[in-house]
Structures are given as structure tokens and as C-alpha cells.
């Protein structure tokens, strides 16, 4: 995906390209830990491929805001905005799985709203829509090979969509510029839970209940996964920053 033009200083998406840029890239670098650590080969590659697709995105919408290079490798943990789900461990396969059913699910119905609207976050998501579709189809794939296979397969699939459940409720709080009200959100988010609810119950998977995590990614509040994902992430720069390629 090719970079656009960088948005003026100030401009008012600027804060849901850099949150959705985040989402992306932090969720790319997860995927990309499974390189030699996939189940079978196949899977090592397709997961390779996830990874490239969520980094073009995150290139694309970091662009808009900035130099993707200086927001990628110089920023803190406190200055990303990301939502806390896509920081978390990479965990087993099933974990991974049901992280890609929920974040895909998400992306591809916010990605729909956003290629809709007249903003210069439309193109990029116009763009991703056939990323995220597939993202959405391979994890939905697995998921019900996963959650009706075997008990050690339906066991790790259930505990992991009870492990990441309660940090959903981030990918619905209002983002400034996002151009999108509660009452879109809310129907994003009816949209969405529809959507999960019925790829876990053909899976023999019970869908989560229970109370969201207080705190928000989005406000630059994470959890400690962060810095150590960061001190990989960000290691060789930090080793040479003024270096050139």
C-alpha cells in the first residue's frame, strides 16, 4: 500500500490515523513473532503475509500524520494509542486465532464505514477493505477448526477468547477525527459482536460475558507487554539513531 500525502499540521483525523496506524503496526509486529515458531509451514507463511498487510496499513496511515520511520521507532509507550488487545502477548496458536477473529471482525466493518466517508483516511481504508477481509476469512477458518477440533484444541480456544473478551470494549470508544458519533460506534459495535458471536457459537465456543478492563490505550494507558514489545521493535534503532540504509 502506498503512502499518501502527509496531512497539514493540526489537521482534525490526524489522531485516528495515528490511533488506527498504531493498532496496525503494533498488531503487525505480533503476528511477525510467529516467523519460525508457526505450527506447520503453511501457516508460517500466512501469517507472514498478515504481518506485511497490517504494515502497509500502518505505513499508510502513519504517513498522513508524519515521518512513519521517526513515529514507529522514537515514541515511548506512553505516546502510542493503540488499543491494549493488539499489545498483548502473541500467546499459543488458538490465542492468536481468536485475537485475529475479534481485530479483523472490527477492521473490516470500521474500515467499510471509514471508505465511506468523505476524509482522507477513505482511501487508505478503501484500500485495506480486501486485506481485512481475508485477514477476517482465515481467522474465522480457523477459529471453527480450532473450537470444534479436538478438547485440547476447543480448551485453548475457549480460554483465549475469555482471556481477550474483556479488552473489546476499546475498539468502540470514540477516537477524535475518526468522523464517527456514539450512535455509529454503537452500531459498529452491535454490528461486530453479531458477527464474533456467531463464528464462537458454530465454533462450540460460549461467548464471553463479564465487564470490560478499566483503562484505555487510547489515552496512552498500556500494559507492561508494551515496553518489552517496544525494546525488540525499537532495538536497532536505538542502537544506531542517525544511521542510513
Request: net charge negative; charged share 20%.
Amino acid at each position: 500500500m502506498n503512502a499518501p500525502e502527509r496531512a497539514p499540521s493540526g489537521a482534525p483525523w490526524a489522531k485516528a490515523a495515528l490511533a488506527l496506524g498504531d493498532d496496525a503496526l503494533i498488531l503487525s509486529h505480533r503476528l511477525a513473532e510467529w516467523a519460525g515458531n508457526a505450527p506447520v509451514l503453511e501457516e508460517e507463511v500466512a501469517l507472514a503475509n498478515l504481518a506485511l498487510d497490517l504494515l502497509g496499513q500502518a505505513r499508510a496511515l502513519l504517513s498522513l500524520v508524519g515521518d512513519e520511520d521517526a513515529l514507529a521507532f522514537t515514541r515511548g509507550p506512553e505516546a502510542f494509542t493503540h488499543v491494549r488487545l493488539v499489545e498483548l502477548p502473541r500467546g499459543d496458536f488458538a490465542h492468536t486465532v481468536v485475537r485475529q477473529l475479534l481485530v479483523a471482525t472490527w477492521q473490516e466493518l470500521l474500515y467499510e464505514r471509514l471508505a465511506a466517508l468523505a476524509s482522507p483516511l477513505a482511501p487508505i481504508a478503501a484500500a485495506a477493505l480486501p486485506e481485512t477481509a481475508y485477514h477476517r476469512d482465515h481467522a474465522v477458518t480457523w477459529t471453527l477448526r480450532l473450537g470444534d477440533g479436538t478438547a485440547e484444541s476447543h480448551a485453548r480456544t475457549r480460554a483465549a477468547a475469555e482471556a481477550l473478551w474483556p479488552y473489546t470494549g476499546e475498539l468502540f470508544d470514540p477516537v477524535e477525527g475518526l468522523g464517527l458519533d456514539e450512535r455509529d460506534l454503537g452500531a459498529l459495535e452491535r454490528a461486530w459482536r453479531a458477527r464474533v458471536s456467531g463464528v464462537l457459537t458454530r465454533a462450540t465456543v460460549p461467548v464471553p460475558g463479564g465487564a470490560r478492563l478499566p483503562g484505555s490505550g487510547r489515552a496512552g494507558g498500556h500494559t507492561p507487554h508494551l515496553a518489552a514489545l517496544l525494546d525488540e521493535m525499537q532495538s536497532l534503532h536505538r542502537a544506531h539513531p542517525a544511521a542510513s540504509w
